[in-house]
């Protein structure tokens, strides 16, 4: 069986086992009812630990994990259906809500940037997806069919979540160091630089904060941790050889997306602290308390 038949077989029969666990015939374990509460459980003990040390979580905490649920629930229910359905539009239309929904996190995640950046965070992504398709999908992994939304569709997640962190730390990067450095680049504005020379100092900064979270995973994965898709796999009950061989698949394209993104919006977004007649101008909403 190739690594690619793994991630597209058929959904696998269930057995109950003795002591009431449920066993798939691929090997993988089901979570019951009761482990959900178990794992539920875990949530109420660490909201009640923030609440007895007043750390001012215990009341986001447990709205986050309600949407976690609800949110994770409802998406395992839409890729089941259209992992039956296999049909391109449909996965091609899923990537567009995926899509529309990295923006807004992007947005909300990112802190003090100037607004209607909406449309280039768009662009952005949209690019980073694109790429993804068409090298890591059609180039390396190869379904057939091309569009097997058992590949697609959780490549497109995983990859979008991580190129949505690196943008959202990139702009608030770079717009935060234009700011401190606002001296440095308007005497450099009227010794002649032009806007991108002058701007090239936070490019280069807020590139490099958005690429560390990926360097950091790039060099623990397989010895300080077993990453998340790896560790899915061989729950699933797959070979861990193919499993490892995904991983680093994930990684590497990872490591591309965030630097091609990064620089792509950095691109777009770095004439916002300029005029049309180059002059230093960048007005950032109000820091929040």
């Not at 949530?43 to 001012?56: E, P, Q, W």
């Not at 994965?221 to 898709?229: D, E, N, R």
Request: aromatic fraction near 6%.
């Amino acid at each position: 069986m190739t690594a690619t038949s793994l991630l597209i077989s058929a959904p696998v029969a269930h057995t109950v086992l003795a002591d009431g666990g449920t066993v798939t015939d691929n090997g993988s374990y089901d979570i019951d009812l009761w482990g959900m509460l178990v794992a539920i459980l875990l949530v109420l003990v660490a909201t009640a630990i923030s609440a007895i040390a007043r750390l001012g979580v215990e009341k986001s905490l447990p709205v986050a994990a309600l949407r976690a649920i609800l949110q994770l629930a409802a998406m395992g229910i839409i890729l089941g259906w259209v992992i039956q359905q296999n049909q391109w539009w449909w996965v091609i239309l899923l990537m567009l809500g995926m899509l529309g929904a990295a923006v807004q996190i992007t947005l909300s995640r990112a802190r003090r940037i100037p607004k209607g950046l909406a449309p280039s965070i768009f662009l952005t992504l949209a690019a980073s997806m694109i790429t993804m398709v068409l090298v890591v999908v059609e180039l390396i992994v190869r379904p057939a069919p091309w569009y097997s939304p058992r590949v697609i569709l959780p490549l497109a997640g995983m990859m979008l979540g991580n190129t949505v962190s690196a943008v959202a730390l990139a702009l608030s990067r770079f717009f935060e160091d234009m700011t401190e450095r606002r001296d440095e680049v308007e005497t450099m504005l009227a010794l002649g630089a032009t806007p991108r020379e002058a701007s090239m100092m936070s490019i280069r900064s807020a590139m490099r904060m958005g690429l560390m979270p990926t360097v950091a995973s790039l060099a623990s994965a397989g010895i300080v941790t077993i990453p998340g898709m790896m560790a899915g796999q061989i729950l699933a009950g797959n070979d861990p050889l193919i499993a490892a061989k995904y991983q680093f698949v994930v990684l590497a394209a990872i490591s591309a997306l965030t630097m091609i993104c990064d620089a792509l919006i950095l691109r777009l977004v770095y004439r916002r602290c300029f005029t049309g007649r180059d002059q230093y101008e960048l007005k950032l909403p109000p820091a929040k308390n």
